[in-house]
């Protein structure tokens, strides 16, 4: 069955940047894209972007444009996702999803990686 | 980017009881192509999200049929006839058809009287 395992918290501190991992099981990687939401109890769920898993291309939110990188590792069928100049307001659970066709938009979910941003 | 409203944002019930969630779109969530991609997600305690229903009505795999979408253009509803205790967490209205970038809905609680 199709799983998304991410990568376990994190603890940073302001000005640094984390690398959240999204392994993905059960079905043929670059056959379906990638995307990541920001959820924080204040602003809900938040679309950060995609990506074409096959391609590498990518789609971020004008919101999360510089803040987020999205990239790919296809032999280990892996996700990563880079969040850079950390600030407070990037504490949240940032999962992973996948579609499931475009009717099915975030189809699966990810268990959810907590960053805590704090000196 | 497409508003979606949710309402009410917490919405207490007992078991058996039958509640509707609404959520209301900027605008018309109607594709060019006919279809309308509103979709919901229920977020269980502790748990990531996961799909219940899309394309406005229809049930993801596994869902029991007491979950129920319904509505068009920019308002839309999904129905609970007679809640259960595995329905308790907060739920999310999303959009498709205006995307990128997908929006979300607030999200509406679901809580026991």
């Known amino acids: 069955q199709v799983q998304l395992q991410q990568s376990g918290a994190e603890l940073a501190k302001p000005g640094s940047s984390v690398k959240i991992s999204c392994k993905a099981s059960?079905?043929?990687?670059?056959?379906?894209?990638i995307s990541w939401i920001k959820q924080t109890t204040g602003q809900g769920l938040e679309y950060i972007g995609y990506?074409?898993?096959?391609?590498?291309?990518?789609n971020y939110n004008e919101k999360f444009k510089g803040k987020a990188t999205l990239t790919v590792d296809k032999s280990s069928s892996t996700a990563f996702m880079q969040l850079s100049s950390l600030t407070p307001d990037d504490s949240a659970v940032y999962y992973c999803?996948?579609?499931?066709?475009?009717?099915?938009?975030?189809?699966?979910w990810g268990q959810g990686t907590l960053v805590t941003v704090s000196s | 980017d497409v508003v979606l409203t949710q309402t009410p944002p917490t919405l207490s019930a007992t078991i058996g009881q039958s509640v509707s969630i609404s959520c209301r779109s900027s605008?018309?969530?109607?594709?060019?192509?006919?279809?309308?991609?509103l979709n919901w997600l229920l977020q269980r305690p502790g748990q990531p999200p996961q799909l219940l229903i899309y394309?406005?009505?229809r049930l993801e795999s596994g869902v029991p049929n007491r979950f129920s979408g319904s509505g068009s253009g920019t308002d839309f509803t999904l129905k609970i006839s007679g809640v259960e205790a595995e329905d308790l967490g907060v739920y999310y209205c999303?959009?498709?058809?205006?995307?990128?970038?997908?929006?979300f809905g607030g999200g509406t609680k679901l809580e026991l009287k």
């Open positions: 999303v959009q498709s058809t205006h995307a990128p970038p997908w929006t």
């Open positions: 605008q018309s969530l109607l594709h060019s192509n006919g279809n309308t991609y």
């Open positions: 999803a996948r579609d499931g066709g475009y009717s099915h938009w975030f189809a699966y």
């Open positions: 990506i074409n898993t096959g391609s590498g291309g990518t």
């Open positions: 394309l406005v009505s």
């Open positions: 059960g079905y043929t990687f670059t056959s379906y894209y």
